[in-house]
């Protein structure tokens, strides 16, 4: 049984922030007005995106949030990307940090804009953390169209990912353990993973998750093929055709008209199984447990 799902089911302490379902919808309505802010600045500056993941499944199967779901994704192909990381500062920086891999004391793959003012920290944090209420952005980055080469970027890329993230549980194990109470399983997979990172520490977590986003990168030129290397499925598990993102389309998410790829039926298909429309079991809904929140003032 891997950490993930242990930390999903595991009794925490009482020093934890379970979410309410009054805090939950005031989550998301934070959420939201980040993302208007953020849709405002993408439609001036002409870059594309759309939703990501679960933000896609709840568009097109909620018309917005999951019900349950504390959290919106987005993706980018990585020029535009930088397209927006260029016109970041000037647009957004009054109320919002972009964090990028590679930042002191950030310990992700993916970038997050988070909302100053405001604290999100989840039990996999180190102690000292960035931590604020957060998008996440999954860059869709170019990859081979042979075969051969396309095993070869995976398997490089998902090598980095076990580096990264052996050296993440690293950092976050005393907070893990101490919000768990030492829970003899979740011990178990959390030193199991950490014991590798005395083969990597030669480096520090942030050099080496930006040596991993330029690996990621490193095709240049367009091809037949995108993926999301530090999507939940990793590499393999998220290839796509580039016609599914060859274009977008507005659909309905709560109050407002977001991005979602032009095929977005295909996506879901490929990334959730053909039963995509049906809801889970109430058991196996994601419940939201943080080590601190605090929302702070309106958005």
């Known amino acids: 049984m891997g950490i993930q799902h242990l930390l999903k089911t595991v009794e925490y302490n009482k020093e934890v922030c379970v979410v309410s379902d009054e805090l939950l919808h005031k989550i998301q309505g934070d959420l939201l007005e980040m993302m208007k802010d953020f849709a405002a600045v993408f ?11 679960g933000s896609i499944l709840g568009a097109m199967r909620h018309k917005g949030f999951i019900p349950w779901d504390d959290d ?17 500062d000037e647009e957004l920086s009054d109320k919002y940090e972009l964090f ?27 102690e000292v953390t960035k931590g604020g209420l957060f998008v996440d952005i999954f860059i869709l980055e170019n990859t081979y169209n042979n075969a051969f080469r396309r095993k070869i970027h ?41 014991n590798f990172s005395f ?20 095709v240049k030129e367009p091809t037949d093929y995108l993926v999301c290397p530090s999507g939940a499925k990793h590499f393999f598990g998220e290839i796509y055709d580039r016609k599914m993102f060859d274009g977008y389309r507005e659909e309905p998410f709560e109050t407002e008209m977001f991005c979602v790829p032009i095929k977005a039926e295909d996506y879901l298909n490929q990334r959730y199984g053909s039963d995509y429309m049906q809801l889970p079991k109430t058991s196996e809904r994601e419940r939201h447990i943080y080590a ?3 929302l702070g003032g309106e958005a």
């Open 199 to 218: 083969l990597f520490s030669f480096n520090s977590l942030e050099k080496w998750l930006k040596i991993t986003d330029k690996y990621f990168s490193k």
């Open 100 to 126: 990028l891999p590679g930042d002191e004391n950030y310990i992700y793959n993916m970038p997050q804009i988070h909302k100053k003012g405001t604290k999100l920290v989840s039990i996999q944090s180190p």
């Open 154 to 194: 995976g398997l490089k890329s998902t090598m980095l990912l076990f580096i990264d993230s052996s050296l993440r549980m690293k950092r976050c194990k005393a907070n893990i353990l101490k919000y768990t109470d030492n829970d003899p399983q979740i011990k178990k997979e959390v030193n199991k993973r950490a």
């Open 292 to 294: 601190q929140i605090d």
């Open 72 to 88: 919106i994704d987005i993706f980018m192909q990585r020029a535009e990307f930088e397209k927006f990381r260029n016109v970041f």
């Open 43 to 53: 439609k001036k500056h002409d870059i594309k995106w759309t939703l990501s993941g």
